[in-house]
């Protein structure tokens, strides 16, 4: 179920380190909570035992200090029966009060609306904005056709209102020209120091003069600084090292 709401591989992960996860990626989310009359708002601190499990001791009427599970109060409390009281309880916090907390089922939680996510975008939601966003000439030209044909700017009432007109049946023609891609001047990596000259070739600059030839190693050493010989272990990792 992780794996699929946050589009993560968990299946390396052990099931004791799943809950961390999902605490780091939830952290600094706002969660609502609708089930009384008033809509409050917390923060993710933890997860706890599931709703059958949670017990605590009831703080008033006649038979208080008496103990009752998350499930049965829910049901006595707010007339709310359960679809899933196996799963985990969430433990939320107000901000405001840290020390504070709220253990609730999370069939009963929300994500409040309309959060910005703060998070860096993964590889794959950076490559789709990628190719949403690049569109080729043609293909522009055809949506831009497609949307002015669709909704008849000449004919809208509002816009003539307003006394804007839309020709719609030829696209704007301007002058344009091709500027000349700038040059990078660079110094030579060789010992005269000279300046070198790098044009645009094929929509890139290539800086093979910019960079120093790495130099081949012909022989080298290992030393080992230590008050033992080197055990068997030690032996093979500079073998390895050398292969």
């Not at 009432?157 to 839309?166: P, Q, S």
């Not at 023609?173 to 000279?194: G, H, N």
Request: with cysteine.
């Amino acid at each position: 179920m992780i794996s699929i709401v946050f589009n993560l591989n968990v299946f390396r992960i052990s099931s004791k380190d799943q809950p961390l996860l999902v605490r780091k990626i939830l952290k600094s989310i706002w969660f609502a909570t609708s089930h009384t009359n008033q809509i409050r708002k917390y923060r993710l601190k933890s997860f706890g035992r599931s709703s059958n499990e949670h017990t605590f001791s009831k703080d008033h009427g006649e038979h208080q200090g008496e103990q009752i599970s998350v499930t049965d109060y829910f049901e006595e409390k707010w007339k709310i029966r359960l679809r899933h009281p196996h799963l985990p309880l969430v433990e939320l916090y107000n901000p405001a009060d840290k020390n504070k907390s709220h253990f609730l089922p999370m069939e009963l939680v929300t994500v409040d609306e309309w959060q910005r996510s703060l998070k860096p975008l993964t590889t794959e939601q950076r490559a789709k904005v990628t190719k949403k966003t690049v569109v080729k000439p043609g293909e522009r030209f055809g949506m831009i056709r497609r949307v002015a044909d669709e909704c008849r700017f000449d004919q809208d009432l509002y816009l003539e209102k307003f006394g804007i007109k839309v020709h719609s049946n030829d696209m704007l023609i301007i002058p344009a020209r091709i500027l000349t891609p700038p040059e990078i001047k660079y110094k030579s990596s060789q010992d005269d120091q000279r300046d070198v000259i790098e044009r645009v070739q094929i929509g890139k600059w290539y800086l093979n003069n910019h960079f120093n030839k790495a130099r081949e190693i012909r022989a080298w050493a290992l030393v080992l600084v230590s008050q033992k010989e080197p055990d068997a272990r030690q032996v093979g990792l500079a073998r390895d090292f050398a292969s």
